[in-house]
């Protein structure tokens, strides 16, 4: 008969399977080096009959590691070549997420680089790590092209909010030129609201890559037993309602923001789509297995004002809808 122990670890021999990585690989990745310890104090808050749903839920998920992130970009990359024939005349915008909070712009603009490094036709200048000094910086009236870079999209408002950014303090850089999205994760919430976007504005964003990531309790390939199904959401629920009820604020990532419920993570975060359960922290009662960074020393705001940021949001948000809505009237009118 097994030990707990090995049947842990026969777990994470099939996670690791699933993503592709390497036992070397491990030492080099932050997030898998203590893999092993790391899974251990995860399930030592959760009952000896419930740890198995989490480590066969923990084979399931998905990790993006540089390398498939590299993979998964070049593949990106060639089937752009064969749909869009002025590919040579293009420039990659990273998605950027307002107020300062943690995403993989960097990362994603480092793996583009890296995954790209051979192709003939694009060097730093084609790659904009900042649009607006970009934009001032080069004559942009040979470029056909607009590729955007995500790694997921999940909810959507990331992604709309960086584009009603550009649109507003760059319209010249948008108007007239092809859009393409390059993500790596796509949720169908999220990719309805890029449609939608697209067909209202008639700005048709074409998205590379086509899959879409449906909800991990939907999904009949890794749960095709219904009953065990049932029995495994309902531990998850339970724990995440647990962290949840930690802290009321909170309540909008039970089962993953806004109810996503997907379980993927990057080498360099876990972005909060996925079950809290894998990412949140709460002291000493709950340790995460893939924790997501925090922003622990963010810079004041001059002003010293807790709420501005808060406002900015809100005033985006209205700039956004009020947008959105004189560019559905220029739609109608036929401008």
């Not at 030990?3 to 036992?23: A, Q, W």
């Not at 108007?175 to 796509?186: A, D, K, V």
């Not at 900015?312 to 009020?322: A, D, G, N, V």
Request: glycine share 4%; proline share 2%.
């Amino acid at each position: 008969m097994q030990s707990g122990t090995d049947i842990m670890h026969d777990y994470l021999n099939s996670f690791m399977e699933t993503n592709n990585i390497d036992k070397e690989y491990m030492k080099y990745d932050s997030k898998l080096k203590n893999l092993a310890s790391r899974t251990e104090k995860w399930l030592s808050k959760v009952t000896e009959e419930e740890k198995e749903t989490f480590l066969y839920l923990l084979s399931k998920f998905t990790y993006m590691s540089r390398f498939n992130i590299e993979d998964r970009l070049r593949k990106l990359y060639s089937k752009y070549k064969e749909i869009e024939p002025n590919f040579k005349d293009t420039i990659f915008l990273s998605v950027t997420s307002f107020g300062g909070i943690y995403n993989g712009a960097v990362n994603i603009l480092e793996c583009f680089e890296e995954a790209v490094d051979s192709e003939e036709f694009i060097s730093k200048k084609n790659i904009a790590i900042d649009p607006l000094s970009f934009f001032d910086s080069f004559n942009l009236d040979s470029v056909k092209n607009i590729v955007f870079l995500d790694d997921i999209v999940g909810s959507g408002d990331t992604f709309i909010d960086f584009i009603y950014r550009i649109s507003s303090q760059l319209p010249d850089l948008i108007s007239g030129r092809n859009l393409y999205l390059f993500s790596l994760i796509n949720l169908e919430k999220g990719m309805d609201k890029v449609n939608e976007l697209s067909v209202d504005l008639e700005w048709d964003i074409k998205v590379i890559n086509e899959t879409v990531e449906g909800k991990i309790f939907d999904n009949l390939s890794i749960y095709p037993n219904q009953d065990i199904k049932k029995k495994h959401k309902k531990i998850i629920r339970k724990y995440e309602k647990v962290l949840i009820d930690k802290d009321e604020n909170d309540e909008i990532y039970a089962m993953g923001y806004k109810k996503s419920s997907v379980m993927v993570a990057f080498y360099y975060n876990t972005p909060n789509n996925t079950l809290s359960t894998f990412w949140k922290e709460n002291g000493d009662d709950w340790y995460p297995v893939f924790p997501r960074k925090k922003d622990h020393h963010k810079f004041k705001l001059k002003s010293e004002n807790p709420f501005q940021e808060i406002r900015e949001m809100k005033e985006l948000k209205l700039k956004r809808k009020e947008f959105i809505k004189k560019q559905r009237e220029k739609v109608r009118r036929g401008n």
